[in-house]
């Protein structure tokens, strides 16, 4: 049974910094894509960045190059999304997602089959 938890999220003033947190538990498999997710209201589910298990190199939507970073932590089975100069577009529920292992882990929505409930952003 596949669990994904995510916090970290809240509401901060454009300029600012969150950084979201996604602990993992109940999958088997060594190697897997690890990504960050995010839904306004109103719009579909876009992806944001993701990150192979196996250090591999990390992949982003060109809205938050330069401003978001996705790490993990192995020993922790936790995925992080490090938000800086954050701006009232990046408001979103902001999901965590686990998939098959690939070469390069992109942030599409098909290649993950495992979700979190979400945590809520707010950029004012």
């Known amino acids: 049974h596949v669990q994904l938890v995510e916090s970290g999220g809240g509401s901060v003033q454009a300029g600012g910094s969150l950084r979201l947190s996604c602990v993992a538990s109940?999958?088997?498999?060594?190697?897997?894509?690890m990504g960050w997710f995010r839904q306004a209201p109103g719009k579909e589910r876009e992806g944001v960045a993701g990150?192979?298990?196996?250090?591999?190199?990390?992949h982003y939507a060109d809205s938050v190059k330069g401003r978001f970073t996705i790490s993990q932590d192995s020993a922790k089975n936790t995925l992080y999304l490090q938000m800086n100069n954050l701006n009232p577009e990046d408001t979103a529920m902001y999901y965590c997602a686990l998939g098959s292992y690939s070469r390069a882990c992109l942030p599409i929505r098909a290649r993950f089959g495992y979700w979190g409930q979400g945590t809520q952003v707010t950029v004012s």
């Open positions: 109940g999958y088997t498999a060594s190697s897997y894509c």
């Open positions: 990150i192979g298990t196996d250090a591999g190199s990390a």
